[in-house]
């Protein structure tokens, strides 16, 4: 038992190394010419605008639920009046910037993984090598570029259509009215709020791209090489934004 733990301990300690100095060369090509633009915008296009349904309905109708879950409990206390900044506070601060992580994480996370698995275990990478030019150029940077930018606005996007939802709850459902519910949903918040939330996303940008990246460019044994590299994306993605959230939100709240 002891050696099993010791070797699953070893390898989680190898793979953390490794993906940790892809992070490392790519943050160095990243700010070194030359850069690929065409192809920044190409993965911006797949990433960004692929992805922009998804995380607006996933937040469309997660302001919707958290505005009930708030009027219903906010009840007890003669309280409904503040369902404006539960929903805004609760979605700039948290959901807004972790869900839509977590959908771009299980969506691009796994695509780059596969398209770059695929690549591997076919030798295309092999052979980019053999021919002196740097894979982390070609393949990593415009990736990690293309979610640095796409992830903060879609959570600005995201943040927005929650807060819409909780507008139609608030005013189909308690009575209210648009323009108070508004008032009382911008009233509380301030330039450290819209901060915090944009701030994680870009450090859940990067974390994703590094992930699918050194999963797809690390994948071997033909397609079920392949598989594996996506699954292990979505699983390692998920649980390094929900763990890095913690420490995040504690590193916010103490400026």
């Not at 900044?85 to 700039?92: G, I, K, Q």
């Not at 770059?116 to 092999?126: F, I, N, P, R, W």
């Not at 392949?226 to 400026?255: C, E, H, P, R, W």
Request: some cysteine; glycine content about 10%; proline content about 2%.
């Amino acid at each position: 038992m002891v050696g099993v733990l010791a070797g699953r301990a070893r390898t989680l300690v190898v793979l953390v190394g490794g993906a940790s100095r892809l992070a490392w060369a790519s943050l160095v090509r990243m700010v070194t010419p030359p850069q690929d633009l065409r192809e920044i915008v190409r993965q911006l296009d797949r990433i960004g605008v692929g992805s922009r349904n998804l995380t607006n309905i996933t937040a469309l109708f997660t302001g919707m639920v958290l505005a009930l879950q708030t009027a219903y409990t906010l009840a007890a206390f003669g309280a409904r009046l503040y369902i404006g900044e539960v929903v805004a506070m609760a979605l700039v601060r948290e959901l807004g910037p972790v869900l839509t992580a977590l959908m771009v994480g299980g969506r691009v996370g796994s695509g780059i993984a596969a398209e770059l698995g695929s690549m591997a275990v076919t030798e295309q990478v092999d052979a980019m090598r053999s021919m002196a030019a740097d894979p982390v150029r070609k393949l990593v940077v415009p990736r990690v570029w293309a979610i640095l930018i796409a992830l903060p606005l879609l959570t600005i996007l995201a943040d927005a259509m929650g807060i819409l939802g909780g507008m139609l709850i608030a005013v189909l459902e308690e009575g209210s009215t648009a323009t108070f519910y508004f008032q009382h949903a911008f009233r509380l918040m301030d330039f450290h709020d819209l901060a915090s939330g944009l701030g994680k996303s870009v450090f859940f940008a990067f974390l994703i791209a590094v992930i699918g990246c050194f999963n797809g460019m690390n994948a071997r044994g033909g397609a079920d090489g392949v598989g594996q590299a996506t699954t292990n994306t979505v699983y390692a993605a998920a649980i390094g934004v929900l763990v890095s959230d913690f420490f995040l939100t504690k590193l916010f709240m103490s400026i």
